[in-house]
Each structure stands twice: as C-alpha cells, then as structure tokens.
C-alpha cells in the first residue's frame, strides 16, 4: 500500500514537471470554473425537485393510506375503477408540468445567461 502511495506520488510529480504550460488557454481556469457552477447549479435543482416530488409522494401515500385505513373496500374500488387510469394519467401530467416549470425552465434559462 506504501509502495503504490509513493508510485503515485512519484507519477504526479514527473508529470508536473514534465507538463508543457504553452498547452493551457488563458480562459482555461474561467471557462473550467463556469462549467463547475453550472454543473452545480444543476444538481442543487435536481436535488431540489426530487425532495418536492418525494415530499408530495409521501403525503399522498399518506392520505390514501388514512383513507385504506378507515374504508378499506372504498378504496380498493376505486383503484379497480376505470377512472382510476385518468386520475393517474393526470398526475403524471402534473408531474411533467411540475419537472418543467421547477426544472427544465430554470436549466434553459441559466445556459442563455449572458453571466454564465
């Protein structure tokens, strides 16, 4: 484990010594630093919506399984209903308009940024 410790050690710095400056742009750090930020801004958006969307999983869960609760046979008809397939349709249509508005919308927004 030591041995490799110093192998690495000994690589990186043969490849620092040996690396050629001329190579980098002058933007490089600017434009590495932009994409880091951008990448980050990415996932804290995503991060941000899969916590609304769990948050909003949950209490439905919560509210079918109060309503399993106190009238299980109401509940399992309307599941077996075929209206049931609409109610579902139609959250997943939330869903959607949810993910772009709170997601999609800011992404697009913030690539066109002139500061970014």
Do not use: H
Not at 68 to 73: A, G
């Amino acid at each position: 484990m030591i041995d490799e410790q110093k192998n690495i050690d000994k690589l990186i710095s043969d490849s620092i010594l040996n690396f050629d400056l001329s190579k980098i742009p002058v933007d490089f750090t600017e434009r590495l630093s932009k994409k880091f930020e951008y990448r980050n801004y990415i996932r804290n958006l995503l991060k941000e919506w899969s916590a609304k969307i769990l948050l909003i999983i949950f209490i439905t869960a919560c509210c079918g399984g109060i309503y399993y609760y106190y009238s299980p046979q109401t509940f399992i008809g309307l599941v077996n209903d075929k209206r049931f397939i609409f109610i579902i349709s139609f959250l997943l249509l939330l869903l959607f308009i949810f993910l772009f508005d709170q997601l999609l919308l800011k992404i697009l927004f913030k690539k066109y940024d002139k500061k970014m």
